[in-house]
């Protein structure tokens, strides 16, 4: 079956840097793309970046680009997630998603918080 594991959120102060994993299986790594979205305390669940299968294609939302960089290894069915340049609003938990033949798979998350 699918299964979306993230690692590697934790506590770090403003201006610190993070690197979250999201390792697959179960599926085609190699030829889905992938997204991580994110979740703020009371807030909906938001697209935070998504990358195409080969890698090739790489989209943000506006809040992070030029901060965050989405990037994959299809040779380890994994997707990370290199954040710099964090924000207390960049707290939440992050979740890894993938949809495969027309079903949608979404990791446990992970958390991040951003305090001084």
């Known amino acids: 079956q699918v299964q979306l594991v993230e690692s590697g959120g934790g506590l770090v102060q403003p201006g610190e840097s993070l690197r979250l994993s999201c390792a697959a299986s179960?599926?085609?790594?190699?030829?889905?793309?992938m997204s991580w979205y994110r979740q703020a305390p009371g807030k909906e669940r938001e697209l935070v970046a998504a990358?195409?299968?080969?890698?090739?294609?790489?989209n943000y939302a506006d809040s992070m680009k030029g901060r965050f960089t989405i990037s994959r290894d299809n040779a380890k069915k994994t997707v990370y997630l290199q954040m710099n340049s964090l924000k207390p609003e960049d707290t939440g938990v992050y979740y890894c998603?993938?949809?495969?033949?027309?079903?949608?798979?979404w990791g446990q998350g992970t958390q991040v918080t951003v305090s001084s």
């Open positions: 179960g599926f085609t790594f190699s030829t889905y793309a």
């Open positions: 990358i195409s299968s080969y890698g090739g294609v790489t």
């Open positions: 998603y993938a949809r495969t033949k027309g079903y949608d798979y």
